[in-house]
């Protein structure tokens, strides 16, 4: 039988050791450090810097399909006046 177990430890590195000794069968389904710490200032700067950049690939992409279009109409008169 499969069970799912879920620990909260501090010493996941120990289990996962144990684990391996034992030669258990075992998956690792999520794996994420848990911290209490009150969030740094390079942390708020590093999600300002990827909110920012994802504004800037859309208004970019904005930008670009009204290029392509006005490419396009261009490319028809040239076309037409041939």
């Given amino acids: 039988m499969t069970e799912l177990l879920i620990i909260k430890t501090a010493d996941a ?5 144990l684990l391996d000794k034992g030669k258990s ?10 911290t209490d710490k009150k969030s740094s200032k390079k942390d708020k700067l590093r999600e300002y810097i990827e909110t920012k950049s994802k504004e800037d690939i859309f208004s970019d992409y904005g930008k670009a399909l009204k ?13 037409d006046l041939d």
């Fill in 13 to 17: 590195g120990k289990i996962k050791t």
């Fill in 25 to 34: 069968d075992y998956q690792i389904i999520y794996d994420e450090p848990l």
């Fill in 67 to 79: 290029d392509k279009e006005l490419e396009a109409e261009k490319e028809l008169l040239e076309n």
